[in-house]
């Protein structure tokens, strides 16, 4: 039997809908699990490589990850876009490390969505890949509107134009 949001209601509710109700954070492990399954469609080699080996640890230990390890790892931009889906759920992620990874100007946009979720961040590198200047404009609004503050911060060697290097040294200061 689906639900209908628009008919009326019995004014019972089912030991279903008690149990979910009483779930607290449904939505946050709903979004915990397709993060999940798109990393093991990566895995399954449909979209290229994968963060599931070094991520799966990580979402394991939770709240308890604060330093992911992601560098050199050939994850151009599909592998980046899903660490991006997997960080909102590593609530105390203190340091990321993405360099050598290949990661493109798309990739890079689609990755630093998930960077605001990282209140807790202080240390990025995402250096030796190919960011780009829509990369770099994409990762400087998200470094401005997040709430984490970096210590350390590396972008060296990508393709950067200076207007570029300049957005983001405005957005950590």
């Given at each position: 039997?689906?639900?209908d949001?628009l008919?009326?209601?019995s004014?019972?509710?089912?030991?279903?809908d008690?149990?979910?109700?009483?779930?607290p954070?449904?939505?946050?492990?709903?979004?915990r699990?397709?993060?999940?399954?798109?990393?093991?469609?990566?895995?399954?080699?449909?979209?290229?490589?994968?963060?599931?080996?070094?991520?799966?640890?990580a979402?394991?230990?939770g709240?308890?990850?604060?330093?992911?390890?992601?560098?050199?790892?050939?994850?151009?931009?599909?592998?980046?876009?899903?660490l991006?889906?997997?960080?909102?759920?590593?609530?105390?992620?203190k340091?990321?490390d993405?360099?050598?990874?290949?990661?493109?100007?798309?990739?890079?946009?689609?990755?630093?969505?998930g960077?605001?979720?990282?209140?807790?961040?202080t240390?990025?590198?995402?250096?030796q890949?190919?960011?780009?200047?829509?990369?770099?404009?994409?990762?400087?609004?998200?470094?401005?509107v997040?709430t984490?503050?970096?210590?350390?911060?590396s972008?060296a060697h990508?393709?950067?134009?200076?207007?570029a290097?300049?957005?983001?040294?405005?957005?950590?200061?």
């Amino acid at each position: 039997q689906e639900y209908d949001p628009l008919a009326p209601s019995s004014g019972e509710e089912s030991d279903d809908d008690l149990q979910h109700k009483n779930r607290p954070d449904t939505e946050v492990e709903d979004q915990r699990r397709i993060a999940i399954l798109r990393a093991y469609e990566h895995a399954s080699g449909k979209r290229g490589k994968s963060p599931v080996p070094v991520v799966s640890q990580a979402l394991l230990v939770g709240s308890a990850c604060v330093r992911l390890e992601c560098a050199n790892k050939a994850l151009g931009c599909n592998g980046i876009q899903t660490l991006g889906e997997f960080i909102q759920f590593l609530p105390n992620l203190k340091t990321l490390d993405i360099s050598g990874n290949l990661i493109l100007e798309r990739g890079m946009r689609h990755f630093a969505p998930g960077l605001r979720l990282c209140n807790n961040l202080t240390s990025l590198d995402c250096s030796q890949n190919r960011i780009g200047s829509e990369g770099a404009v994409a990762l400087s609004e998200t470094i401005e509107v997040g709430t984490f503050k970096l210590r350390s911060f590396s972008a060296a060697h990508n393709r950067l134009q200076d207007s570029a290097v300049a957005c983001l040294v405005d957005s950590l200061h």
